[in-house]
Structures are given as C-alpha cells and as structure tokens.
C-alpha cells in the first residue's frame, strides 16, 4: 500500500552556522559584520509609518531598486530585489537553470549551491579547485553546460579571481547564463559589474547581509540586463508577490544613501583582516589570501577540528568545514580588533 510519506520531496537542506544566544561570546563563524548599520538606518526606523503595515509594500520595490540604480550608475530595469541573496540566488536556479546539461560550480564553495540544484533537480557538477584552491578558467570554458556559478571572492576560501577571468567564462558560454556571486567583493574584490554593457547572459547578484551589517533585515539584490532581470521577475512574482517588507525597503535606501558610513567600516575590517592575517601566520597558521571579511586558515599541524572545539568551549565561534578539501582549515570572520584579540589569546592559551 503506498502511504503519503512516498510523497514527500526528500532533501538534505542547507546547515547554517551557529547563532548561539548571549552576551560574552565571540562570534567569528558566519561572516556577519561586528559593527552596526548606519545610523541612518536607526533614524528611519524611528520614523517607519505602521500605518503603512495594514497594507501590501511594494511588490516591485521601486524606492530601493532606483537607490541601488543610482549608487551603481545604472537603471531600475538592472535591479531585482529579494529577501537576503540566498533568495535571489534560489530565484536565480529556478529561472535560469533548466537545461538538461549539467551547471558546474567549484567543489569548494558556497555549499547552499548544490542545495538548490538538488531541491529544483537541476544536473550539477563540482569542478575541483586547483592545489592552491585557486579557481581554474580553463575548467569553466567549454560553452557546453546548462549554466555557471561562481563566488568571487570564493567562499570559504576568500580567493578573488580578476575580472579578465569572469569576462573569458562569460564569454565562452552564450549558451548559459553565468551567475556572479558577489556576496564579500566590497572587502578587495574586482566586480563584473563592467561587463554588464557586453553580455546579456551575466548575472551579478549582491547581500546587505555582510558589508552593509545588515543580516537581520534579509536583503539581497541582482544585477543584469533588462532581459535576465524581468525574467527573474516572472519566475518570482509566480510564487511571491511580496518578499520584501516595507521596512526593509526604506532601510535599505536609508543604507545605500549613507555611503561615507559604508566605506569607513569597510576599510576597519580590512585593517583588522591584515592584522589578523599576521598575528596567525606569528602562530604557525597558513592563511589563505583573503579579499572578504573572513579568512580561511589552516594551523601548522592541519587538527582545526580540534582548535574549533577547544575555541568553542571558551566560548569563540568559528566555522569548520569537515568535508576532505577543507577539514584542515578554519574559516574565521574578521570581528573588531577586541574580539580577534580575545582569540589570539585563546590559541595562545591551548
Ligand atoms: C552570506 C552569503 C550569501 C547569502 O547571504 P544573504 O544573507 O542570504 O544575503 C550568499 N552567498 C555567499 C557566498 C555568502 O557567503
């Protein structure tokens, strides 16, 4: 007898790291900004109007994506707008990967990716990292797969890769569309945004979540040609005509006007990152060239499994990958110097 459970879409859904609660902990483990949002976002979010609450907010989240238009020199047509990246991005599969030829992505990356390839049953393969977990062009230039994603800077490796190279893998494949992910290029990356004007089959997608601090308000946004944006469209206003709360669109714009806050923040990580950077090479670390806010890092005897558990219990959260290409490493996110100083005391403390 068949019984309802036969039924059911079976998935192994995307892990997260830890959001554990409290006060006098470090939290190293997501890649979250250790500063606030602009305090212009604090004074909007004073003046919000709940009245507006009884009604729908704008399902084309016009006031925000004319914002973005004007912070990136481009049109309204370029922008779509979602809740976080991580739901731009799925929006992105659904709409732009339904060849029968398999999507190809690193084997070490954002792991979300191969999430949504099996939830929407899309064919994918994971193409290796070179020894220097260093993308390799050559790989992604057949013209022959069904579509292409790439994170640069990568994730959990911090790697950027030159615009030349996203511009040789758009390039050779007119046949798929090639998604950007863009999620750490404010900390050193090189964005393809300039390639928009020549290729229709680009996709750059971009989070509030890491540089502009703001995780807890979910909002991400792509940019592409008039075409591959109004196809994003379609496919989400068949699901959802309102992801993006009122809220969240006025203090998205109250963020991307407050460009001053934006860039000073930015270059405090940096400085941090460069820091910490030479503080675990003095420890024995090898560290990965990083261009995000994050650095992935591996002690000299490769147990950071252990190094994880023993942080976690003093109670510094970091991440740990343990698949095969990455269970040598930490992945460590660049906190204020306060915080990395408590973790430098900790490993000196082991
Ligand atoms: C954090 C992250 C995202 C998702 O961020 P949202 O919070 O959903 O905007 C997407 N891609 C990469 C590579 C990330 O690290």
Redo the contacts with the bound molecule.
């Keep these: 007898m068949s019984s309802w459970q036969e039924n059911i879409r079976k998935v192994t859904p995307y892990v997260p790291g830890e959001q554990p609660q409290g006060t006098d902990l470090v939290k190293l483990n997501t ?1 979250e900004n250790p500063y606030p949002p602009s305090t212009q976002v604090n004074e909007t979010i004073a003046k919000l109007d709940t009245d507006r609450y009884s009604r729908y907010p704008d399902p084309t989240a016009s006031e925000l994506e004319e914002a973005l238009a004007r912070y990136h020199g481009l049109k309204k047509e370029n922008f779509f707008v979602g809740t ?4 731009v ?1 799925s929006t992105a599969f659904l709409t732009f990967f339904n060849s029968k030829k398999e999507i190809i992505f690193p084997d070490v990356t ?1 792991s ?1 990716y191969p999430v949504w390839a099996r939830v929407y049953g899309i064919p994918y393969r994971e193409v290796p990292l070179d020894e220097n977990y260093r993308i390799r062009v050559e790989d992604y230039l057949s013209g022959d797969v069904g579509g292409i994603v790439i ?1 640069n800077p990568n ?1 959990p490796t911090g790697i950027s890769m030159p615009v030349s190279e996203i511009e040789r893998i758009v390039q050779a494949n007119p046949g798929c569309v090639v998604i950007v ?1 863009e ?2 290029v404010d900390y050193g990356g090189e964005t393809a945004l300039p390639l928009l004007e020549k290729y229709e089959n680009l996709l750059v ?1 971009r ?4 540089s502009r601090a703001m ?1 807890g308000a ?3 946004y792509a940019i592409g040609g008039k075409q591959v944006i109004s196809a994003l469209y379609d496919v989400a206003q068949s699901i959802n005509s309102y992801t993006m709360t009122y809220a969240s669109l006025k203090i998205g714009v109250a963020s991307v006007e407050d460009d001053e806050y934006f860039r000073s923040r930015i270059n405090d990580v940096v400085a941090t990152r460069e820091r910490t950077v030479k503080e675990l090479e003095k420890r024995g670390f090898t560290v990965l060239p990083s261009a995000s806010n994050f650095i992935f890092a591996r002690p000299s005897d490769g147990n950071a499994k252990g190094i994880f558990e023993k942080l976690r219990e003093k109670s510094i959260y970091v991440r740990y990958f343990s698949a095969d290409r990455t269970k040598e490493f930490l992945r460590i996110t660049i906190g204020t110097d306060e915080q990395m100083d408590k973790l430098f005391a900790a490993l000196d403390s082991m």
């Design positions: 890649n976080g990246s991580d739901d991005l954002y979300f994170a994730a992910d999620a750490y997608v989070t509030f979540s890491k995780a979910r909002i991400g």
